[in-house]
C-alpha cells in the first residue's frame, strides 16, 4: 500500500469552471450591470414611446382587454380578469400597480380621453381611492379601438413575451395621437418625462398641416395648438411667447388656474364660485388647505371655504365682508394655494430607435406621422397579399367551374386526385387544395359570373393600392383623408373634442400686501414689565396712570401708539428680533397676553425694546462690548415666530442700545461707562445685515454706555436732569472728533451724569 505526500510548495488547485461565468473587476461589472437595469428602467418602464404614447403597462392592458373582446358594444368584465390576464400574460409585475394604471386609464379627470370605459367606484377628483379590483367592471372606449385599430392587418410586428408563450405588439397603429393628446408621465433612472394633455382635434389640424407643408417650423404649428386642454379645464395664463417657447425647446412649464365666477347673494355680498381647478390636483386636499389658511390667518380678508359639489365642482369661497375687492381675494388665493399652479412640459419620449431624447412639439407630431405613414405603408401591403391569395383562389375556382363535371370525375375515380388536377388543369398545389376542401353545398355559388366580378373587383382594388404604395403624393392624400375621418369624430363640436381649458394671458399673482387686507384703525400698544402685551384701541395718553391699570407687582415697559396695519418690533438682548403683527395682538380688556406665548423668546432674554417697523428706515444697534453697525429696518423683520438673528454680540456680551437714525445724520457720538464720549463720521460705520459690527469705541474699563446719530452742523443735544423738560446743545463737537475705536475723552460740561444721550 502506498500513500501519496503532498507537496506544501505547490500550488492549491484551483476549482473547475462554472459554464457562462467568467471573472471581472467588481466596479465595472457593477457599472455595467447597473446601466442594464438604468435602460430597461428607462425603455421598458417610464417613458412613453413617441409613436402610440404609451408606455408597456399601458399597451399590455388594452391588449389583454382587447383579446377578451371588451368592446364599447359589448359588455362589462370584471377587472380582476383583466389584470390577472395581464400579470400572468404579459407584464409579471405586482397585480396592484397594474390595476392602478388600469384605473388611471379609465378617469375622466386623469385622462383626457380615456381609453378604458369603468363601472363602479374608479376613485374621483377629491383623492378617494378606487374600490378593489374584484369589485369593479370595465370596456374598451372607442378611443381605444381608434388607438389599436390596425393590429390585425399587420401594421405593427408582434414579440413573445416574457415567457415565449405569448405574443404582444411592439406598438399600437391606430391613427388617434395619443402621446399629446393624453400626455404621460414617469420617472426613469436619471430623466423623467412630463406631458400634459392637448386637444385632439388641434393636433389632427396640425398634423394636416405637415403633411400640406413638412417644412412648417414650430410658429406655424402654434397656429393650431393654442396650449394645453386639461380634462379638468382651467385657464393657461402665461403669454404666447412663453408657450411658443416652451413648445419649441420640449422643455418648460404652464401656469393653470382654476375658473372662477361671481354669485351675487343679494343685499351687496357675494360669494366666489370656483367651477374648474387646476389639472392633478386634488379637490379635498386643496380644500384643506384653504381651510388652514383661514385658521392661521394668512389671509384675514377670507371668511370662510365650503365644497356644494355633486357630479360638477362648485367649491364656495366666501369674503369677511361686502366690502371685499373679489380679484384681490382671488389672487392671493391663487398665491397662497393650489388654485394656481405650474404643470411642467418634459417632452422626453422614446423616438422610433427606442432612444430617449426631448423632442419639440413639431417633432414629436412629426415623429408620430412618420410612424403613421409606415402604418398605412404595411397595412396596404398586407391587402395586397390578402388580394393576391383571394385572386390565386378564385382563378382555381374558374376553373373547377369550367370544367366542374371531369372535376367531379377525378375525385370519385382517382385514388389521388390532387396530382391528376394539378397535372390536367395546370393549378397550384393551394388552388388544388382548395377546390377539393370544398363543400357539395358550395357548388350552387359557383357561378362564373358572380367569381369573374369579384375578381375583377380585386384586381382593381389591388392597382389602387399598388399607386398608392408607389407615390407619396397619394399617400399623403390617403393620410389626409382618413385624418379628416377621425377629425369628424374629435372636432371641436363633439361633446369629447371640445376644448375644456381657456388660453388667456393674465398677469402673475400679485404679492398683496398685508396693509391692504386690513382695516386701518389706531391701537395703543403696552408691553408690561413681566412682559404682558396688549394693544387698546384708539390713540390714548400713554402718561396717563389710570388707562393704563397692570397686575399687582408689574408696571409699564413700553407704550408707544400704532396703526393695525403696522408690524411690531420686539428686539431681545440676545440680538435676535421678533415680528408681531398689531391687528392680532390681544385686545385691552384685561392685562393682555404673555409676549412669550407668541413668539419663541428664550424665558431668560431680555427685552431690549418695542417699537412700530415704521418708526425708521435704518437703526443703530451696538453691544455693551463697544461693537456695533447700521441695519436697514426690512432686515428686522422675521418671517417666523422663531425670529431673526441680526446682531451675534461676542462671548458675555449683550445688545443695549438700539437707536433710530435720522436720515440727515452724518456724524455717531458714543459714551462708555467709563465716561469717556468719542464722536466720528457715520461713514466710518458699516451697513450690516447681520453679525458682530466693528469697535465703535475702545474700553479699559466698563463697556458702552450709550450710543446716537447727530446732525454735526447742529451739533449734539441731550436731555438735561430733573423734571424741566430741557435740552441742552452743544454746537462745536470738534475736540471729541476721532477716529472709530478711540477712547474718547470727558464729555462736555453739564453732560448727564447716567451717560444717556
Known amino acids: 500500500m502506498t500513500t501519496d505526500v503532498l507537496d506544501p510548495d505547490a500550488p492549491a488547485p484551483q476549482p473547475d469552471p462554472i459554464p457562462g461565468q467568467t471573472d471581472a473587476p467588481f466596479d465595472s461589472a457593477l457599472s455595467e450591470r447597473y446601466l442594464v437595469y438604468a435602460m430597461s428602467t428607462i425603455t ?48 409579471p409585475h405586482g397585480d396592484q400597480s397594474v390595476y392602478d394604471a388600469m384605473v388611471r386609464l379609465a378617469q375622466d379627470f386623469a385622462l383626457r380621453y380615456p381609453l378604458v370605459d369603468g363601472q363602479g367606484n ?69 430623466m423623467a418625462t412630463s406631458i400634459p ?80 381647478i387646476p389639472y392633478g390636483i386634488q379637490k379635498g386636499k386643496l380644500i384643506e388647505a384653504i381651510a388652514a389658511i383661514i385658521n392661521d390667518k394668512k389671509l384675514p380678508i377670507l371668511a370662510d371655504v365650503r365644497d356644494e359639489s355633486d357630479s360638477e365642482i362648485r367649491v364656495v369661497i366666501e369674503p369677511r365682508s361686502r366690502t371685499v375687492d373679489a380679484d384681490m381675494l382671488m389672487e392671493s388665493l391663487f398665491r397662497l394655494s393650489d388654485l394656481e ?14 432612444t430617449p431624447r426631448v423632442m419639440s412639439l413639431r417633432e414629436a407630431l412629426s415623429a408620430w406621422l412618420d410612424h403613421q405613414f409606415i402604418v398605412l405603408q ?97 399617400q399623403r392624400t390617403r393620410m389626409k383623408k382618413d385624418l379628416g375621418k377621425l377629425l ?60 393704563l391699570k397692570f397686575k399687582e407687582g408689574d408696571g409699564p415697559a413700553f407704550a408707544f401708539h400704532a396703526q393695525t396695519t403696522d408690524k411690531i418690533l420686539l428686539a431681545a438682548e440676545t440680538g435676535r428680533f421678533y415680528t408681531l403683527a398689531a391687528d392680532k395682538l390681544p385686545g385691552g380688556r384685561g392685562f393682555g397676553e404673555p409676549v412669550r406665548l407668541m413668539i419663541d423668546l428664550d424665558g431668560e432674554a431680555g427685552i431690549l425694546d418695542l417699537f412700530p417697523a415704521s418708526r425708521a428706515e435704518r437703526y443703530l444697534v451696538a453691544a455693551n462690548d463697544g461693537r456695533g453697525f447700521i441695519v436697514k429696518t426690512a432686515d428686522l423683520i422675521a418671517e417666523t415666530r422663531k425670529g431673526k438673528t441680526v446682531v451675534t454680540p461676542r462671548m458675555g456680551a449683550r445688545l443695549v442700545r438700539l437707536k433710530p437714525l435720522d436720515p440727515l445724520a452724518d456724524y455717531i457720538a458714543v459714551i462708555g461707562d467709563n465716561r469717556r464720549l468719542l464722536v466720528f463720521p457715520i461713514a466710518e460705520l458699516p451697513e450690516m445685515a447681520r453679525g458682530q459690527g466693528v469697535q465703535l469705541q ?43 475705536g478711540a477712547a474718547g475723552r470727558m464729555p462736555p460740561n453739564g453732560f448727564p451724569r447716567d451717560n444717556r444721550f
Request: charged fraction near 30%; charge should be negative; hydrophobic fraction near 40%.
Open 698 to 740: 475702545r474700553y479699559r474699563d466698563g463697556g458702552l454706555a450709550d450710543v446716537t446719530g447727530f446732525v454735526m452742523a447742529q451739533g449734539l443735544s441731550w436731555a438735561m436732569g430733573g423734571d424741566s423738560g430741557r435740552t441742552r446743545n452743544e454746537p462745536d463737537m470738534g475736540p471729541w472728533r476721532a477716529a472709530r
Open 44 to 91: 421598458a418602464r417610464s417613458l412613453p414611446d413617441v409613436r402610440d404614447g404609451l408606455k408597456p403597462v399601458h399597451r399590455r392592458l388594452l391588449w389583454a382587454m382587447r383579446l377578451l373582446k371588451l368592446d364599447p358594444a359589448q359588455g362589462y368584465k370584471k377587472c380582476a380578469r383583466v389584470v390577472g390576464d395581464v400579470i400572468g400574460k404579459y407584464h
Open 341 to 354: 399652479i405650474r404643470v411642467p412640459l418634459n417632452l422626453n419620449v422614446l423616438d422610433a430607435r427606442r
Open 488 to 547: 369628424v369624430r374629435y372636432g371641436e363640436n363633439t361633446p369629447l373634442g371640445k376644448r375644456r381649458t381657456t388660453v388667456a394671458e393674465a398677469a402673475p399673482a400679485r404679492d398683496i400686501p398685508l396693509e391692504a387686507m386690513i382695516d386701518r384703525e389706531p391701537i395703543t400698544v403696552i408691553l408690561s414689565q413681566r412682559g404682558w402685551i396688549r394693544a387698546m384701541k384708539g390713540h390714548i395718553d400713554t402718561a396717563g396712570t389710570e388707562a
Open 122 to 190: 374608479f376613485g374621483n377628483i377629491d383623492g378617494d381611492n378606487a374600490a378593489a379590483y374584484r369589485y369593479t367592471e370595465a370596456r374598451l372606449t372607442q378611443v381605444a379601438i381608434d388607438l389599436m385599430d390596425g393590429l390585425d392587418e399587420n401594421a405593427t410586428d408582434l414579440k413573445p413575451t416574457y415567457n415565449g408563450e405569448e405574443e404582444e405588439p411592439e406598438l399600437f397603429p391606430g391613427l388617434f395621437p395619443n402621446l399629446l393628446a393624453n400626455g404621460a408621465s414617469g420617472i426613469a433612472v436619471g
Open 197 to 276: 394633455p392637448h386637444n385632439a382635434a388641434e393636433l389632427i389640424e396640425a398634423a394636416l398641416l405637415l403633411i400640406d407643408d413638412p417644412s412648417a417650423d414650430d410658429a406655424a404649428i402654434m397656429t393650431k395648438v393654442s396650449g394645453p386642454d386639461f380634462p379638468t379645464g382651467g385657464l393657461v395664463v402665461d403669454s404666447a411667447a412663453s408657450i411658443a417657447e416652451t413648445y419649441a425647446t420640449g422643455r418648460g412649464s404652464f401656469r393653470v388656474r382654476a375658473r372662477w365666477h361671481i354669485e351675487d347673494q343679494g343685499r351687496g355680498t357675494w360669494n366666489a364660485i370656483v367651477t374648474q
Open 378 to 474: 404595411r397595412k396596404s401591403q398586407h391587402r395586397l397579399d390578402k388580394i393576391a391569395d383571394r385572386v390565386e383562389l378564385l382563378d382555381g375556382y374558374i376553373i373547377a367551374f369550367l370544367n366542374l363535371d371531369r372535376v367531379i370525375e377525378i375525385i370519385r375515380t382517382e385514388d389521388e386526385p390532387k396530382p391528376v388536377m394539378i397535372a390536367e388543369f395546370e393549378l397550384n398545389d393551394r388552388q388544388a387544395e382548395a377546390i377539393l376542401n370544398m363543400r357539395l353545398r358550395s357548388l350552387r355559388r359557383l357561378e362564373e359570373m358572380q367569381l369573374r366580378k369579384e375578381r375583377d373587383t380585386l384586381q382593381e382594388e389591388r392597382a389602387g393600392l399598388e399607386a398608392l404604395l408607389g407615390s407619396d403624393a397619394r
